[in-house]
């Protein structure tokens, strides 16, 4: 694993890897990046490893990007089957901070239902679980979901719930993660 060092530039709220706990790394720690996947980072520091959310990638001297607008196609709303296209698209830039696979190929996402709220709004359920029952991460994982379900032009609510059954087992996979992670 290659491992990018930067100087933080200013305090900033992290998550501790894998119990989620948020942290405040200080100015002038050395942080090692270890994954840049998804818009979010993960650090090492002193040691530790840490999940560094989109908006703070100024404190590891990243300039922030903004997402792009959501697009429209030129002859109206999406249809339904156009925006579970870009929802499934969307849910696989979220990564976890552990793994550099996303969590669609990773066999996390077991649901995501679309309902119609409105003439051309959405609400979106999604159900996922984690590689392990007591991994803390999971409410950063979820709001990383729901937030880039949000984020999506027609989707006006997400729901994201954590289930446990059935529980996640490395024959979740895709062809592709496994290959990735070197398990074919």
């Known amino acids: 694993m290659s491992s990018e060092q930067k100087i933080l530039t200013r305090d900033v709220e992290a998550s501790v890897v894998p119990i989620g706990t948020?942290?405040?790394?200080?100015?002038g720690e050395t942080a090692h990046i270890t994954q840049s996947l998804g818009g979010t980072y993960t650090v090492i520091v002193n040691?530790?490893?840490?999940?560094?959310?989109?908006?703070?990638?100024?404190?590891?001297?990243?300039?922030?990007?903004?997402?792009?607008a959501a697009t429209v196609a030129p002859s109206?709303?999406?249809?339904?089957?156009q925006l579970e296209k870009k929802v499934w698209e969307s849910l696989k830039t979220c990564y976890d901070p552990e793994i550099?696979?996303?969590?669609?190929?990773?066999?996390?996402?077991?649901?995501?239902h679309l309902t119609p709220i409105g003439a051309d709004n959405y609400k979106a359920d999604v159900k996922m679980?984690?590689?392990?029952?007591?991994?803390?991460?999971?409410?950063?994982?979820?709001?990383?979901?729901?937030?880039?379900?949000?984020?999506?032009?027609?989707?006006?609510?997400?729901?994201?719930?954590?289930?446990w059954d059935p529980p996640w087992n490395q024959?979740?996979?895709?062809e592709a993660a496994k290959l990735q992670l070197g398990l074919l």
Do not use: H, W
């Not at 948020?22 to 100015?27: A, D």
């Not at 040691?47 to 792009?68: Q, S």
């Not at 729901?146 to 719930?161: F, T």
């Open 100 to 112: 550099p696979v996303n969590i669609v190929d990773l066999g996390l996402i077991y649901d995501c």
């Open 76 to 81: 109206g709303p999406l249809t339904q089957e």
């Open 47 to 68: 040691g530790n490893m840490f999940r560094i959310e989109p908006k703070d990638a100024d404190a590891l001297g990243i300039e922030v990007t903004t997402a792009p």
């Open 171 to 174: 024959g979740m996979m895709t």
């Open 22 to 27: 948020k942290v405040t790394l200080q100015k």
């Open 129 to 163: 679980t984690l590689t392990a029952p007591g991994c803390g991460m999971g409410p950063v994982l979820a709001q990383d979901v729901q937030n880039k379900l949000i984020s999506l032009e027609p989707i006006d609510e997400a729901n994201v719930e954590l289930v």
